[in-house]
């Protein structure tokens, strides 16, 4: 079994950044890629992005692209959502999930962490 925590979360205005953190642990050999994903209040979970577990292939939804970042530290099983020119439509609890392979579904998702941004 896998289990992923989110860090980092909190209240920035726009424009600022913030870097959301989702620490990886148990079985991690077993881990494909790790997404993540974000809703908003009444609204719908969307994909953020994501990455393969070597680090490689990031993924990013287009209203995102050019702003995020996923990349990964190998060392600490750790996946980091950079977050850059933060926007009020950017608020909202973002969370991780892994994937076992290409075509499993995400799962083993974490508790998520609140991104407020204010204008």
């Known amino acids: 079994q896998v289990q992923v925590a989110e860090s980092g979360g909190g209240l920035v205005q726009a424009g600022d950044s913030l870097r959301l953190s989702c620490e990886a642990s148990?079985?991690?050999?077993?881990?494909?890629?790790v997404g993540w994903f974000r809703q908003a209040s009444g609204k719908e979970r969307e994909s953020v992005g994501s990455?393969?577990?070597?680090?490689?292939?990031?993924w990013y939804a287009d209203s995102v692209k050019g702003r995020f970042t996923i990349f990964k530290d190998n060392a600490k099983n750790t996946v980091y959502l950079q977050m850059n020119s933060l926007k009020p439509e950017d608020t909202a609890v973002y969370s991780c999930?892994?994937?076992?392979?290409?075509?499993?579904?995400?799962?083993?998702w974490g508790q998520g962490t609140q991104v407020t941004v204010s204008s």
């Open positions: 990455i393969a577990w070597n680090g490689r292939n990031p």
């Open positions: 148990g079985r991690t050999f077993s881990i494909y890629a």
């Open positions: 999930a892994v994937r076992t392979g290409s075509h499993s579904p995400y799962k083993n």
